[in-house]
T-cell receptor, first 112, second 110 residues
Framework: DGGITQSPKYLFRKEGQNVTLSCEQN?????MYWYRQDPGQGLRLIYY???????QKGDIAEGYSVSREKKESFPLTVTSAQKNPTAFYLC???????????FGSGTRLTVV | RKEVEQDPGPFNVPEGATVAFNCTYS??????FFWYRQDCRKEPKLLMS???SGNEDGRFTAQLNRASQYISLLIRDSKLSDSATYLC???????????FGGGTRLMVKP
């Protein structure tokens, strides 16, 4: 079955540590996105990529980095520069926005 | 002003009730509109697209009012399983991005 897979489901980060969240899709979608959601809040765009080897900053890119070396993969690194990283991270992909996005099941990141 | 605004709720309704949510958007050139459903601690899932002529899917009806720049979602005969947060989503006029509203929380009580 085609879909979008995020791993791990839960992740704990120590202060000053970089962590990488995985996002893989086998839907053959060109575009991929990373969102952050805080409790009781809406989705905020971190980074997006419309095509391989190209990505753009979203509204809250500071403290995050991404790469898009393969169509299927769009990993997000939360760096130590992100001072408040505890949140629910959602990856999405789309063939085009006419049909909306398909989301992964998310990664819940907690700073310990 | 936010690009997409929703009343956060919660809307507390009894089973069997009809409930309606509205959502306003700021960009008059927006092209496509969607309603997503998000259960607690889960990812958003597409509920339905919103067409200019309005559309219905079972107990759910979505309507678009371009003149007033709002989208509505009507849920008839509410079920306990309808309890969730409903996200209003708008595609920008460049066509390459979706903007999400903050969501409206619905709680259906027995």
């Amino acid at each position: 079955d085609g879909g979008i897979t995020q791993s791990p489901k839960y992740l704990f980060r120590k202060e000053g540590q970089n962590v990488t969240l995985s996002c893989e899709q086998n839907l053959n979608h060109d575009a991929m996105y990373w969102y952050r959601q805080d409790p009781g809040q809406g989705l905020r765009l971190i980074y997006y990529s419309q095509i391989v080897n190209d990505f753009q900053k979203g509204d809250i890119a500071e403290g995050y980095s991404v790469s898009r070396e393969k169509k299927e993969s769009f990993p997000l690194t939360v760096t130590s520069a992100q001072k408040n990283p505890t949140a629910f991270y959602l990856c999405a992909s789309s063939v085009g926005t006419v049909y909306g996005y398909t989301f992964g099941s998310g990664t819940r990141l907690t700073v310990v | 002003r936010k690009e997409v605004e929703q009343d956060p709720g919660p809307f507390n309704v009894p089973e069997g009730a009809t409930v309606a949510f509205n959502c306003t958007y700021s960009n008059s050139a927006s092209q496509s509109f969607f309603w997503y459903r998000q259960d607690c601690r889960k990812e958003p899932k597409l509920l339905m697209s919103v067409y200019s002529s309005g559309n219905e899917d079972g107990r759910f009806t979505a309507q678009l009012n371009r003149a007033s720049q709002y989208i509505s979602l009507l849920i008839r005969d509410s079920k306990l399983s309808d309890s969730a947060t409903y996200l209003c989503v708008v595609r920008n006029n460049a066509g390459n991005m979706l903007t999400f509203g903050g969501g409206t929380r619905l709680m259906v009580k027995p």
